[in-house]
DNA sequence: CCCCCCCC
């Protein structure tokens, strides 16, 4: 076979030369020789320029020129098409816009085997197998390798530079859509050992590089535009960003880094100076992920789609501050309950008071080194938990949007009367009674320090009763038990709500309207329980006989708490006493303070309380002595309705500030409680 | 070239 004398060629030669490399030497084969054109009507023979195409048997590449002086082994018939040859000196030039091509000119070569058959069958090089040519290759033919800091030297010169940075953070690919244009945007932080800079995508460049680039990985970079960054939106230190073109040639990089690697640079203030800050610059903040809200999608009349968004809630020593995530960001938020999160480019507004919104460049990281401020506030995380210092958490209302007590809500309402503007403020707190026969739900909302009336409306109170209007509208025409269900289920969830209250006119007398538009609800969202911090409450954490959490719910009329040992009556509520007479009577040894706690918070008002014990759900709190090993509720006929053994365990959280503070509180779940419900409900 | 706005 002819086959077996063909000449060796240099399989990948043709990528050594794209990629830079000099005094190399390859055997190739010419797969085509054609004259280029010169100018029109210049026939002279001199100076004539051959184009070849070059295959090193893997591939082949047809941007290839021969010096002018080497035309005679063209002439002669000595170098034609399937002649072999080797190169003994090529250099490399880049053609076209920014360098975007590569041409390899041929200064001399070794013309091997004149006639030659094809050998073997060669693809075509591309810039993805230059982009795969070896690292050090790529830096030899961008020539420099720069820290990012130094691309402001190098932007005028044009495209002589390679970076070697990390992408520290990255958005999703987006579609957007302006006046003057739509198209698809993502944008990621490049970070060295020497700065940062925002890289930028758009369109179908966006398209090819939104998957190859990935947070944490570090890259070789080159050929992209470096542009002046517009500093209103630029949070990275650099004054340029670097905008991706289709010839961009990124490369991962796979060598580890041995050292720290470099990380984007956060500039955190405490969270209640972003109360002083003006509207819509960009932030950065560090505390607890005190609330995490579900993802909730709405309608967005603008996009005319339904969108997501979610709400969480950071707390540092001094306030908390809701930051609401949208679509991608809002759909993918998973972060553990009280992490330390830092979070870099949150964007201030004022919506319901001051409170932070995401972009596509906002970072929340959950994983941060140990630093001086992460070891505060892990020492606040460990306090909150072990519920140690929580006199350190109670300033939370400095920023106007953080979680208020109720009892500081009222002391307020002189203020508000006076300035007749909105206020806005989120309450932490559960509805001890939802007014049943109104179509506008009213409800009580308490925490431990007192009550506030409030209306819901439309989507919040559908939220509240997990139903919608229609539905309940129905429901309510036919089927009781199932109502007292939806009452129930509302009534037992510890929310944040968020409180617009304003001063309105009404029939010529000024009041106060509070409507609650919205409710957030916390991460920890099971029926799991409030604890009051008043003194004496105080008293009792620090005791070890720190008492265990339960509560009850009923809507009857008399009801017994027992405790299931000895079978005596702790507390009695029924329709012709005001359970806050009755608790107050009752309370005193084992649970007294307890029960006291409760009753402050659900009957520590002017209402009707027999109203509220008759035709809605009422919640008492019992901290558990330990000595107990259960406790059964039941009612007047000291028939056992519910019993709860084998205290199971749940989160605590501090009303004012969504931390956890213990976790060895009982609750009773939801199933449970609608199982209550329904056995005992006819 | 985005980065507007979206939830009041």
Redesign the pocket.
């Known amino acids: 076979m002819m086959s077996e004398y063909l000449p060796q060629l240099t399989p990948g030669g043709l990528n050594e030369y794209i990629s830079g490399r000099k005094n190399y030497c390859a055997t190739l084969q010419v797969l085509d020789l054609k004259s280029i054109k010169e100018k029109a009507g210049d026939n002279s023979l001199t100076g004539k320029r051959y184009r070849l195409i070059l295959s090193d048997g893997r591939h082949f590449f047809s941007s290839c020129v021969l010096r002018t002086d080497m035309v005679d082994l063209v002439k002669n018939d000595i170098l034609k098409i399937n002649s072999v040859i080797r190169l003994n000196h090529v250099d490399v030039c880049n053609a076209g816009v920014n360098g975007s091509r590569v041409i390899l000119v041929v200064q001399d070569l070794t013309v091997v085997l004149s006639d030659c058959e094809t050998i073997g069958n060669p693809v075509q090089i591309n810039d993805i197998n230059i982009a795969h040519a070896r690292v050090d290759l790529l830096i030899n033919l961008c020539q420099t390798l720069l820290g990012l800091v130094q691309l402001v030297r190098f932007r005028a010169v044009g495209g002589k530079w390679v970076i070697k940075a990390r992408v520290a953070n990255k958005?999703y690919i987006?579609e957007?859509?302006?006046a003057?244009?739509n198209?698809k945007?993502?944008?990621a932080g490049l970070v060295d050992r020497t700065g940062e800079i925002?890289l930028?995508?758009?369109?179908h460049?966006a398209e090819k590089f939104d998957t190859k680039l990935e947070i944490g990985k570090t890259y070789f970079i080159t050929k992209a535009?470096i542009?002046p960054?517009?500093q209103?939106?630029?949070s990275f230190k650099h004054i340029y960003?670097m905008?991706?073109?289709i010839n961009t040639i990124i490369h991962i990089c796979e060598e580890q880094d041995n050292d720290a690697p470099a990380d984007i640079f956060f500039n955190f203030i405490p969270i209640k100076e972003v109360a002083l800050r003006e509207n819509?610059t960009l932030c950065d903040i560090i505390g607890l992920v005190s609330s995490i809200d579900e993802c909730k999608f709405?309608?967005?009349?603008?996009?005319q789609t339904y969108?997501a968004?979610r709400?969480i809630m950071i707390t540092d020593e001094e306030a908390s501050i809701i930051l609401?995530l949208?679509?991608k960001q809002a759909e993918a938020f998973s972060n553990t309950p009280c992490s330390i999160t830092g979070i870099k480019d949150a964007?201030i507004?004022?919506?319901?008071g001051k409170?932070l919104?995401?972009?596509?460049?906002t970072v929340i990281r959950s994983n941060l080194p140990k630093t001086n401020r992460t070891i505060q506030l892990e020492a606040l995380r460990q306090s909150s938990f072990e519920n140690l210092n929580l006199a350190s958490l109670t300033t939370m209302t400095q920023v106007k949007s953080s979680v208020a007590t109720i009892e500081e809500v009222l002391a307020a309402e002189v203020d508000l009367m006076q300035h007749k503007s909105?206020e806005?403020f989120y309450v932490r707190g559960y509805c001890n009674v939802i007014d049943q026969d109104d179509a506008i739900y009213m409800c009580s909302i308490v925490d431990a320090t007192g009550e506030l009336n409030v209306c819901m409306f439309?989507?919040a109170a559908e939220s509240l009763l997990d139903t919608s209007a229609d539905a309940f509208h129905q429901l309510k025409n036919c089927n009781t038990t199932n109502i007292q269900n939806i009452f129930m289920h509302g009534a037992a969830k510890i929310l944040i709500f968020t409180i617009?209250s304003k001063v309105v006119e009404f029939n010529m007398e000024i009041c106060e309207e509070s409507?609650n538009?919205?409710k957030r609800l916390p991460s920890c969202s099971q029926p799991s329980l409030e604890i009051a911090h008043d003194e004496e409450d105080e008293c009792l954490q620090k005791n070890n006989t720190c008492p265990s959490v339960m509560h009850c719910q009923s809507k009857f009329k008399k009801m017994k708490i027992c405790s299931h040992t000895d079978d005596n009556v702790l507390s009695e509520a029924d329709d012709e006493s005001n359970i806050n007479e009755c608790i107050e009577c009752e309370t005193c040894q084992m649970s007294g303070d307890e029960l006291f706690q409760a009753s402050s918070a659900s009957t520590q008002t002017n209402m009707d309380v027999s109203t509220v014990a008759t035709q809605t759900p009422w919640i008492i709190y019992v901290h558990q002595d330990p000595n107990l090993t259960s406790i059964t509720v039941k009612d007047n006929d000291k028939m056992p309705l519910f019993g709860v053994e084998g205290m199971s365990v749940s989160y605590h959280y501090d009303s004012r500030c969504n931390v956890p503070i213990e976790n060895d509180s009982t609750y009773i779940c939801d199933d449970e409680l609608s199982e209550f419900l329904n056995k005992t409900g006819k």
């Open positions: 958005s987006r957007y859509s302006n003057n244009r198209g945007v993502f944008s925002e930028v995508a758009f369109d460049v535009n542009v960054a517009n209103k939106f630029n960003q905008v991706l073109k819509n709405f309608y967005n009349k603008y996009k969108c968004k709400d609401t949208w679509e964007k507004y004022d919506f319901r409170s919104s995401s972009i596509d460049s909105t806005y439309g989507n617009d409507q538009s919205e």
